[in-house]
Structures are given as structure tokens and as C-alpha cells.
């Protein structure tokens, strides 16, 4: 495969975007050995702040991320963009401690306000650093390039599934295991596999 990253770096905007956007491929990734670290900017719930903490650890175990892997911030909820460059300090910091290889953003074209500013932003920070994939939310966008899929495993899937499952205080119609499993199943028509997730290159270092 051409992106074959020792070092992965997931900007998760909310505690549960990282599973629900790149599940699978974190997966598959710690499960080829491959070491995944995920930075969560803002807990996903603007009332209930401990509850998502607790989800997003129990989530990122089961898809097999270490504890010392996983770094969060108290940025407020759908208030990114009044923290802009705190969030860009923030990055140039990570990619000088971590040296990552590939780093998975949002979209740019996610209309969510807190996913643009973590999309631009590192954007911004990582583009002259490391190859950069976009996660695909297709309920956040309306256009989006799928140039580029991840295949993984039955058992990477069901480690999606179980991840998401955590969040019982964020209980949403795409965080169904149903509906995972579909966009799997669609994403994997798309490139004659099982099982896939979609994203697009912003930036590729071959």
C-alpha cells in the first residue's frame, strides 16, 4: 500500500469523532503493529463533561489505543473558532513531540464548525509535515472526494462498533450499528472489498 505510516495521529474535534469517522482503520492499523495516537480537542457534551471523558477512554481501549496515546483538551464545545490559534500552538507542539507520518483530520468541506476549525488548522500545522487524510462525515458535507479508502477486517468492524457503543450520553442516529455497519459495506462496494472507510488526500508523502 502506498501510505504505510509508522506513526498516526488522529484529530479527534470530539470526544467520539475518532471512532465514529476511523474506526476501522485504527484498527486495522494497531492491529499491523502501526502506533496510533488520537488528540480529542473538546469533550462532545457542553453539560455533561465527565460522562464523554470516561466514554472516549473506554472506546479508544477497545479499538487497542494505549492509554499514554491518547491526549485530550477542555476547548469548548462548538466554540473552536475563539480559540483558533491555541489550537494551532497546539498542533505545531504535537507534530514536534510525536513526528507523526500520517495525521487524520476533518474534512475541509465539514460544515460542523468545530470540524473546520480542527480541518484548517491542521491543516496548517501538518502540511509540510506529513501525509494528511480527511475523515468523511457524510451527514456534516456536501461534497467530499472519496480519493482514498481504507480496507479492514470483520473483527476491526466489530471493534468500531463496540467503540461507539460506549457513548451512551451521545446517542445519535449515525452512531447506530447498523448504520456503521452500511457505510462499511458501501464504502467497501466502492473499492471490491468488504469493508471500508472513505476519506480524502489533502496531502500525500510517498
Known amino acids: 500500500m502506498i501510505i504505510s505510516p509508522g506513526r498516526v495521529l488522529v484529530v479527534s474535534p470530539h470526544t467520539d469523532d475518532a471512532e465514529v469517522s476511523s474506526g476501522g482503520t485504527i484498527s486495522r492499523f494497531l492491529r499491523e503493529g502501526r502506533e496510533v495516537?488520537?488528540?480529542?480537542?473538546?469533550?462532545?457534551?457542553?453539560?455533561?463533561?465527565?460522562?464523554?471523558?470516561?466514554?472516549?477512554?473506554?472506546?479508544?481501549?477497545?479499538l487497542g489505543i494505549s492509554p499514554a496515546n491518547i491526549s485530550t483538551?477542555?476547548?469548548?464545545?462548538?466554540?473552536?473558532?475563539?480559540?483558533?490559534?491555541?489550537?494551532?500552538?497546539?498542533?505545531?507542539s504535537v507534530k514536534q513531540q510525536?513526528?507523526?507520518?500520517?495525521?487524520?483530520?476533518?474534512?475541509?468541506?465539514?460544515?460542523?464548525?468545530?470540524?473546520?476549525?480542527?480541518a484548517q488548522e491542521?491543516?496548517?500545522?501538518?502540511?509540510?509535515?506529513?501525509?494528511?487524510?480527511?475523515?468523511?462525515?457524510?451527514?456534516?458535507?456536501?461534497?467530499f472526494n472519496t480519493t482514498c479508502f481504507v480496507e479492514?477486517?470483520?473483527d476491526d468492524l466489530n471493534k468500531k462498533i463496540a467503540a461507539i457503543s460506549c457513548y451512551r450520553s451521545q446517542i445519535k442516529a449515525?452512531?447506530?450499528?447498523?448504520?456503521?455497519?452500511?457505510?462499511?459495506?458501501?464504502q467497501g462496494v466502492t473499492i471490491s472489498v468488504q469493508y471500508a472507510e472513505a476519506f480524502e488526500v489533502a496531502r500525500l508523502m510517498v
Request: with cysteine; net charge negative.
Open 73 to 92: 483538551r477542555d476547548f469548548p464545545v462548538r466554540h473552536l473558532s475563539e480559540h483558533r490559534q491555541e489550537i494551532l500552538d497546539l498542533f505545531v
Open 152 to 154: 479492514f477486517s470483520e
Open 122 to 143: 491542521g491543516l496548517r500545522a501538518f502540511k509540510n509535515h506529513a501525509s494528511i487524510l480527511c475523515f468523511t462525515y457524510t451527514w456534516n458535507l456536501l461534497t
Open 174 to 186: 449515525y452512531m447506530k450499528p447498523e448504520i456503521t455497519r452500511a457505510l462499511a459495506l458501501a
Open 37 to 62: 495516537h488520537v488528540l480529542v480537542l473538546s469533550r462532545a457534551s457542553a453539560e455533561d463533561t465527565e460522562r464523554p471523558l470516561q466514554e472516549c477512554h473506554r472506546a479508544l481501549g477497545i
Open 98 to 118: 510525536l513526528n507523526p507520518d500520517l495525521v487524520i483530520i476533518p474534512s475541509l468541506n465539514d460544515i460542523h464548525q468545530d470540524h473546520q476549525v480542527a
